[in-house]
């Protein structure tokens, strides 16, 4: 079974570009969360999704978006870049069902993404 | 809130020797609390995790956790170190969705595992 295929693996853009990320979970896999991963505050979460809504959000700001299309399939978006955004931004897809469901998470290698 | 300690942002040990990595937690509601790997370039590997069944978790690689309610503990232990355990390995809680099935976890900040021939 495949896993979890992020692309693109490396980004670079200019301050103030938006992006587009996107990722696709291992088969059957219905839930899909993204972190973003910087060396001054480690893993933060951002959103999930779910048969394609959104029902977890993180603390960060609007400029932070994302989608699931009904393949599971996600994207996420983030426009007027700063140079803060400079991370590596990992998907992680999970069965996603039940309730208090604590499915482990699987990690794809990420896209980094480097803002000049 | 929840949230997960790591003591050590790095630790070195020799080839052979036993792996200690601390993992603190705090909650207020019965944990579910996991152990991941990232090597260079990577995502996370799941290690293990605990979710209530037993308090001793084996997982993959020859790693092992003991859930330790009086202390709040999770840590992570492994007999005998290979150059191949060199990662960076994080602790995290899961909190209590409060939607049906939505996940979230909370890592700690990390530990660096070196592994000295």
């Known amino acids: 079974k495949a896993g979890v295929t992020q692309t693109p693996r490396y980004l670079i853009k200019t301050r103030g570009q938006q992006v587009t990320l996107s990722c696709s979970p291992i088969s059957g896999h219905r839930s899909v969360s993204w972190y973003q991963q910087t060396p001054g505050q480690g893993l933060q979460f951002l959103f999930e999704y779910f048969s394609e809504t959104q029902r977890n959000k993180g603390n960060f700001p609007g400029r932070f978006s994302g989608r699931q299309f009904s393949n599971s399939r996600s994207e996420m978006n983030v426009s007027t870049l700063e140079l803060g955004d400079s991370a590596l931004y990992l998907c992680?897809?999970?069965?996603?069902?039940?309730?208090?469901?604590?499915?482990?998470?699987?990690f794809g290698n990420g896209t980094r993404l480097t803002v000049t | 809130a929840q949230s997960v300690t790591q003591l050590g942002s790095h630790v070195s040990v020799s080839e052979g020797a036993l792996v200690l990595l601390r993992c603190n937690y705090s909650s207020s509601v019965p944990p579910y609390l996991f152990w991941y790997v990232q090597y260079p370039n990577q995502g996370l590997q799941l290690l293990l995790k605990?979710?209530?069944?037993?308090?001793l978790v084996k997982g993959i690689n020859g790693f092992e956790a003991e859930f330790k309610k009086s202390e709040t503990s999770f840590h992570l232990t492994k007999p005998s170190a290979h150059m191949s355990d060199a990662a960076e390995y994080f602790c995290?809680?899961?909190?209590?969705?409060?939607?049906?099935?939505?996940?979230?976890?909370?890592f700690g900040q990390g530990t660096r595992l070196t592994i000295n021939p």
């Open positions: 995290a809680v899961s909190l209590s969705p409060e939607i049906q099935g939505a996940q979230k976890l909370v």
């Open positions: 992680a897809s999970s069965l996603g069902l039940g309730q208090g469901n604590h499915s482990p998470l699987h």
């Open positions: 605990y979710t209530s069944a037993a308090t």
